[in-house]
């Protein structure tokens, strides 16, 4: 089974502070996505990257960015958080060799308050 | 450009049908999806069907793709509390060029014992 895995399911961060969410996918997946997901507003998609290095910007990509060094891990920085960032945080991975290409795997997801 | 739509809430009592509907809007959606998400939890994949199928049945789940009307539906039968949960229909669009999925609000599903 393909196992994503985020550093943290609770974060309580102060605004202003950096704050790092790590993701780790185990399957060798090539495909790595950020969202957020707000009541009433569904997931949106922050960042993704298709490859180490490559990054691509998502639907609402303001105030963070991401690094993606190894391929197994994908990480979703704030520079600088702000009270509107608190949310859910979900990570999945996904490969384009599988059938039903797009099929996402997800993270159990890091649910960050921002005080 | 692309919208998926569901409604937000549904509730049913233990032992009926759940039909929970999606409408998309790109028509060159390659996969169409359903996923679960328990409280507190992340997205589950519970099933997909391909955009040439009608229909794709999986134990008490039923997926029925109207292509004409980019419409989607999820039919659960004989629910049961531990259904309770919410509910994402997803469609990739660009036949899956991009691999992006786009998600809908997601529904609710409230089971009453």
């Known amino acids: 089974d393909v196992k994503v895995t985020q550093s943290s399911r609770y974060l309580v961060k102060r605004t202003g502070e950096k704050v790092f969410l790590e993701c780790v996918q185990d399957?060798?997946?090539?495909?790595m996505f950020w969202y957020r997901q707000d009541p009433g507003l569904g997931l949106r998609l922050i960042y993704f990257?298709?490859?180490?290095?490559?990054?691509e910007k998502g639907d609402i990509p303001e105030g963070y960015s991401v690094s993606r060094e190894k391929k197994e891990r994908f990480s979703l920085i704030l520079e600088s958080a702000s009270t509107n960032q608190t949310s859910m945080y979900l990570c999945?991975?996904?490969?384009?060799?599988?059938?039903?290409?797009?099929?996402?795997?997800f993270g159990p997801g890091t649910r960050l308050l921002v005080l | 450009g692309e919208d998926v739509e569901q409604s937000l809430f549904l509730s049913v009592r233990e032992g009926d049908s759940s039909v929970i509907n999606c409408t998309y809007t790109d028509s060159s959606s390659t996969y169409l999806y359903w996923y679960k998400q328990e409280p507190g939890a992340g997205l589950q994949l519970l099933t997909y069907i391909f955009s040439n199928m009608d229909m794709k049945q999986d134990q008490r789940l039923t997926v029925l793709l109207n292509k004409k009307d980019k419409h989607l539906s999820l039919r659960i039968a004989d629910t049961q509390t531990g259904d309770s949960a919410i509910y994402f229909c997803a469609e990739s669009p660009h036949g899956g060029a991009t691999n992006k999925l786009i998600f809908g609000t997601g529904t609710l599903l409230a089971v009453q014992p």
């Open positions: 990257s298709y490859d180490v290095k490559m990054k």
């Open positions: 999945a991975s996904s490969s384009p060799v599988e059938v039903g290409t797009e099929t996402q795997y």
């Open positions: 399957m060798d997946h090539e495909n």
